[in-house]
């Protein structure tokens, strides 16, 4: 894996299936959306998006300790 050492941390950490990442990485309409979950973010995209977890049905934020906080979904998709 590439990338900052700058972006090693519990606010920008979300673990997922290989079978998650694959699709992420390799099918244009997998990665819009995940994109829009939370799940795949860009160099440009701050350390508070919010992601969905489906187990959960909840937004959550990621806290800079590992915690996770519910939130309400981001603007874009209300």
Do not use: H
């Not at 990485?25 to 939370?38: F, L, V």
């Not at 795949?40 to 992601?51: N, V």
């Amino acid at each position: 894996m590439g990338g900052s050492k700058a972006m090693d941390r519990f606010d920008n950490f979300l673990r997922v299936c290989p079978e998650l990442n694959f699709a992420m990485e390799s099918d244009p309409a997998m990665a819009t959306e995940a994109r829009d979950m939370g799940w795949k973010l860009g160099k440009w995209d701050g350390f508070d998006s919010p992601y969905f977890d489906r187990v959960a049905m909840q937004w959550f934020y990621l806290t800079e300790n590992g915690q996770k906080i519910a939130c309400d979904p981001p603007n874009y998709l209300i």
